[in-house]
């Protein structure tokens, strides 16, 4: 396929040569006015590092890039104007933080030295070494890192798109409902609250269950649990993947009254008459379904890998990014890297896991173009987190590995019990972190205290 470089530089040879054979001045005037305007966006088409999204993986990365290999070295292809720090959505959906501390303007968090190309990847092109983008431009590069994030596929339940923020219906994952979940809890006067979770991969696998606690205890401060019945439907068997946090969780869903539906999968919304429809997936009643009525309803739709992955030479047989789960390097494209909610990582998709692996992708990424002694960290273990908040003032930090399934807790004391230091760390201090260390590519997680605290714990 033709570049547009290359098309708009046939076409200056092909007007030359017009021109020299029958000169017409309305034509020439005009196209001199169109050449005098400065093309929008106008940069490079080749770069040694090309990273594919904007999001908490690709500037993680592109931020240590660009600062080491200078100006314009590094492009970050990403459409959105906006950039979300996303695990603040929980307490935004309830009430507990401003919606605005969640953005920033996208050219306000783009690295400084790299090429911010606004546009969306389309197709990859990984034995030419090429992308893509939206509007036909093809970019070249010497590296290349997909860092685009999950697909939240809202309209695999019937009738969510339409009945999303109305009526009681919302979900923590749009930028566009989270405030309503706040809106509907305030104004939950009793009757059904459902909390659903659908089959994994999604991305924070504990924030379907977390925005269900804080509700409840909203509810209790309201006067109206006694009149509330809470239930959480999962797609899976299980309340969480490690047992550790399993079992706490389970107690305090005992103690607050709260119902656990295991195998069940949301599918449909009948918006008129206020009843959510599930799947049956396991069991004797396998294959049936059952409908609930709602008068609040907590919705998280089954995600997936991005459609333009799936169809790509990347992707492994279920759309993602096919990556080594140590090195994070493509298993067949030797130049390629992919981190974070798109790739195939098999560990929960946090941001907390992505500070982990966009050490490790560096370290390699940068012996690749300058060899020598490779420095640490050099293996990714799966090391992810999910701050389960359990409360409007306590929280339990669940820290794993997503390999083992084993706690990788930092702190000197069980993090399984809910505590209120843990929640002002996650609330207040961890956002400062993301925006001015994690984004600039200075947070690699926390690896190297948890082995400081435990060295004088231990
Ligand atoms: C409600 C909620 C609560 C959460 N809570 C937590 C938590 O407590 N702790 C935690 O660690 N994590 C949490 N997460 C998960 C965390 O936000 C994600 O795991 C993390 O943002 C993933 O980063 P990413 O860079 O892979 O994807 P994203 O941050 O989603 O970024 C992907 C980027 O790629 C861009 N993009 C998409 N398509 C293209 C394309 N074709 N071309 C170019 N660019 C493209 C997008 O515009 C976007 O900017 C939560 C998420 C949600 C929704």
């Given at each position: ?25 309305r ?37 240590t ?22 695990p ?83 979900s ?20 059904n ?109 089954p ?40 790739s ?32 640490y ?81 231990d």
């Amino acid at each position: 396929m033709l570049s547009s470089t290359a098309l708009s530089s046939f076409g200056s040879a092909a007007r030359l040569s017009a021109r020299a054979h029958s000169f017409q001045p309305r034509r020439f005037l005009a196209q001199a006015a169109a050449a005098s305007v400065p093309k929008k966006d106008s940069h490079p088409s080749s770069y040694k590092v090309v990273v594919v999204g904007g999001g908490s993986a690709g500037l993680a990365v592109a931020s240590t890039l660009s600062r080491t290999l200078g100006d314009k070295a590094v492009a970050v292809v990403e459409p959105a104007d906006v950039h979300y720090y996303q695990p603040l959505w929980t307490f935004v959906g309830g009430g507990l933080k401003p919606f605005e501390e969640s953005k920033k303007p996208m050219k306000d968090v783009m690295p400084r030295k790299a090429q911010w190309i606004k546009e969306a990847v389309a197709t990859f092109a990984p034995e030419e070494n090429k992308v893509t983008l939206g509007n036909g431009e093809t970019i070249s590069y010497d590296y290349l890192v997909v860092a685009a994030g999950i697909q939240v596929n809202w309209d695999k339940i019937k009738n969510l798109p339409q009945a999303l923020g109305k009526n009681g219906v919302t979900s923590n994952y749009s930028a566009q409902s989270v405030e309503k979940t706040d809106e509907f809890i305030k104004e939950f006067k009793g009757g059904n609250a459902l909390f659903t979770m659908p089959p994994v991969p999604i991305k924070c696998a504990g924030a379907p269950q977390k925005i269900m606690y804080i509700a409840e205890e909203l509810w209790r401060d309201a006067n109206v649990r006694s009149k509330a019945n809470i239930q959480y439907y999962t797609a899976g068997g299980a309340i969480f993947p490690v047992a550790k946090y399993a079992n706490e969780l389970l107690k305090i869903c005992k103690k607050r009254d709260l119902g656990l539906n295991y195998f069940t999968n949301l599918t449909e919304i009948k918006p008129d008459s206020k009843e959510a429809v599930f799947d049956i997936l396991a069991g004797e009643a396998k294959g049936t379904q059952v409908t609930m009525p709602y008068d609040f309803l907590h919705v998280v739709p089954p995600m997936s890998a991005p459609d333009f992955i799936k169809a790509s030479p990347l992707s492994n047989a279920d759309g993602w990014v096919d990556v080594n789960k140590e090195t994070m390097r493509h298993t067949k494209f030797n130049n390629v890297y992919a981190l974070g909610d798109c790739s195939s990582l098999p560990t929960s998709k946090t941001a907390a896991a992505i500070t982990a692996q966009s050490g490790v992708l560096k370290t390699h990424l940068l012996h690749d173009i300058f060899g020598g002694e490779m420095s640490y960290p050099r293996k990714y273990d799966g090391y992810t987190s999910c701050p389960l908040i359990t409360g409007t003032e306590k929280l339990i930090l669940a820290e794993f590995s997503g390999y083992t399934l084993q706690p990788q807790e930092t702190f000197p004391f069980d993090q399984s019990k809910e505590r209120l230091s843990t929640y002002l760390l996650t609330k207040e201090i961890i956002p400062d972190i993301y925006w001015d260390s994690m984004l600039k590519g200075r947070w690699q997680g926390p690896a190297a205290y948890r082995k400081l605290l435990h060295a004088f714990s231990d």
